[in-house]
C-alpha cells in the first residue's frame, strides 16, 4: 500500500471514531492527577476559570462556524466523509479547518487544568498527528469529490493558519436554532469533562469523593440545558431551520 492509500486509510478509521476518540485523554489525565506533585493540583479559581474560558472560546469558534453552515457540511457524520456542497465563504474563507481548531481549544482548557507544561506539549503533537491523518483523509474526499473547486480553494485559503486577504462573507446568515441544535452535546460534554477533572483531583488530593461547587454549579446548569434543548429537538421543530 502507497503511503497516501495508507495515511487515508488510518485517517477514514480515526474519523469514524473521532466522537468518542479524544476523549481517552481522560483516563491519561486522571492517571497524572494521582502522581502529580498535590501541592500544583490544588483548587484554584482563578486558574480553572481561565481553563474554562479557554474551552468556551473553542466552543464559541466551533458555534460562529456551525451557524453560517447548510445542511450535509461541517457535520458530525461518524461512518463516512460527507459534504453536499463545498464551504468556502465565512470563516472557510479564511481556514478550511476551522472545527478542528475549536476542538483543539475545546481540549486545551482540560488539558491546562493539569498544570503541567509537560502535558501541554504531549498533547500539541498527539493532536497533530491525529488530526492531520483525518484531515488529510477528508481532503482527499473533497478534492475527488469537488476537483478543481477544491484546489482553486486549497491554494488559496491554508488549513488551520488563518489569513483574512481573501475574506468571503458568508452565504448564509448566522443561525442561533441551529448552533442549539447542532452544539448542546458538545456544550454539556465540555462541563462534563471539567467535573470530572475536579472530581478525581479532588480524590486525589484529599482522599474524599466530592466536587467544588462551582463544578457542581456548572455540571447541573450543563445537564439542565442539554435536558431542555434535547427535548427541543426530539420533541418539537423549534430548532428546526429550512437548509440547515
Known sequence: MSLVHELEKS????????????????????????????????FNYTWEIACILVSVAGELFRSY???????????????DQLADDLNTTGIYSVMRHPLYVGNFLMWLGPVLFLRSVWCVIIFVLAYWLYYERIIFAEEQYLRRKFGETYDT?????KA?????????KSRLPFSFRNVLKREY???TNLFIVFAFLDLF?????????????????????????????RYLVKRTKFLYVEGR
Open 11 to 42: 485517517g477514514n478509521w480515526l474519523f469514524r471514531r473521532r466522537s468518542w476518540l479524544p476523549a481517552t485523554i481522560l483516563v491519561l489525565a486522571v492517571f497524572y492527577l494521582f502522581v502529580a506533585n498535590r501541592s500544583v493540583i490544588y
Open 185 to 187: 452535546n458538545s456544550v
Open 153 to 157: 480553494w486549497a491554494f488559496r485559503v
Open 65 to 79: 462556524t456551525v451557524g453560517h453552515v447548510p445542511r450535509n457540511t461541517s457535520g458530525r457524520n461518524v461512518i
Open 201 to 229: 483531583r479532588n480524590i486525589a488530593v484529599t482522599g474524599r469523593v466530592y466536587m467544588e461547587p462551582m463544578y457542581v454549579t456548572l455540571l447541573i446548569a450543563a445537564i439542565l440545558f442539554w435536558g431542555v434543548v
Open 160 to 168: 488551520v493558519i488563518p489569513g483574512f486577504r481573501h475574506y468571503m
